[in-house]
């Protein structure tokens, strides 16, 4: 009844076809998003077919006897088809940890998808990695305000916004990302935290011209100058905020603020959810940061990393045999 396919092209269209219409996919898995870095990445993505019916997608990819679940992306894990239950989601668990160990794959590492970004509940992949031989790895704490729940912003965050309304600020939605990425983004992280951003302004622009409806631009400016941007990331019920910085000079007006303030307000009634992204990397976590998405209305909304030893198919309740 179930068979398991390593991803070639020749999938591409079914792929992309089912992460659109999964209950837990977005657009960080269709195959033009995942393989803009792919000479970075070796690609062991795997497709499930029940009856030769498409039911579950992992994007992956390999680094000698292990795979991750992928390294090149923010979350991942089994994308499902919809109306597909636990007991057949464990199935399929055991399923692809066999052919994983029939593969000279020894481990799998799993980074969970936000619930905020599931399109309908899809738990099931957390609560079989909780009741079985998984190993817990870390929990980021993921900052994001839920439209569908009260939310609050801070009285003084929200005094400086109406202050500034009439401050001549001009937002605007141009995807100038050359100008954000060289003058704002770029500076910013090198003197702060001496880093670069994930992506290379090429990498950026491109995945705008292949995600122009996704993938979006804001700049503030004051004067004809950029103060700050926010590079927004959306997905069927979510927008992320992938990048925002601001220069000294808009820092000490406050623009990055009201910008972030303009968005949430904007996407209110247009999404489920507004995600600011995390503020530690498992065992630390940035008190400034974190104190400062909260005063924009943010939660935490946990995400979870996870190992599994493919032999621990056995573990299943047997369910292959």
């Not at 910013?188 to 670069?196: F, I, Q």
């Not at 600011?276 to 209305?297: A, F, H, I, P, R």
């Amino acid at each position: 009844m179930y068979s398991i396919a390593q991803y070639t092209p020749t999938y591409y269209t079914q792929w992309n076809d089912f992460v659109a219409n999964s209950k837990n996919g977005t657009f960080l898995f269709h195959r033009d998003y995942m393989e803009y870095h792919s000479d970075r990445f070796t690609d062991f993505s795997l497709l499930v077919f029940e009856k030769n019916k498409l039911v579950a997608v992992l994007p992956a990819n390999r680094v000698g006897g292990v795979v991750y679940s992928h390294q090149g992306l923010t979350y991942g894990g089994i994308v499902l088809t919809k109306n597909y239950g636990y007991e057949k989601v464990k199935y399929l668990y055991a399923l692809l940890l066999k052919f994983l160990q029939e593969n000279q794959i020894r481990l799998i590492y799993i980074k969970s998808i936000p619930s905020i970004y599931h399109k309908t509940p899809s738990f099931e992949s957390e609560l079989l990695l909780n009741y079985n031989d998984a190993r817990f790895e870390k929990r980021l704490m993921n900052l994001a305000i839920d439209y569908t729940k009260e939310y609050i912003i801070s009285k003084s965050k929200i005094k400086h916004f109406k202050r500034l309304a009439t401050s001549g600020f001009r937002i605007e939605a141009d995807n100038n990302f050359d100008v954000f990425w060289n003058k704002v983004l770029i500076p910013r992280l090198k003197s702060r935290y001496d880093v670069k951003p994930v992506h290379t302004l090429e990498e950026i622009k491109l995945l705008h011209r292949r995600f122009p409806e996704n993938i979006i631009q804001y700049n503030i400016y004051h004067e004809n100058s950029i103060m700050a941007g926010i590079t927004l990331f959306i997905t069927d019920n979510v927008v992320k905020s992938q990048y925002g910085a601001t220069t000294e000079t808009g820092e000490k007006l406050r623009a990055l603020d009201y910008l972030f303030i303009t968005l949430i307000k904007y996407f209110s009634d247009k999404k489920n959810a507004f995600d600011m992204g995390t503020v530690n990397d498992g065992e630390s976590y940035n008190s400034g940061l974190l104190k400062q998405k909260e005063e924009l209305g943010c939660s935490i909304f946990p995400q979870d990393f996870y190992s599994v030893t493919t032999d621990s198919y056995k573990l299943l309740d047997n369910v292959l045999i």
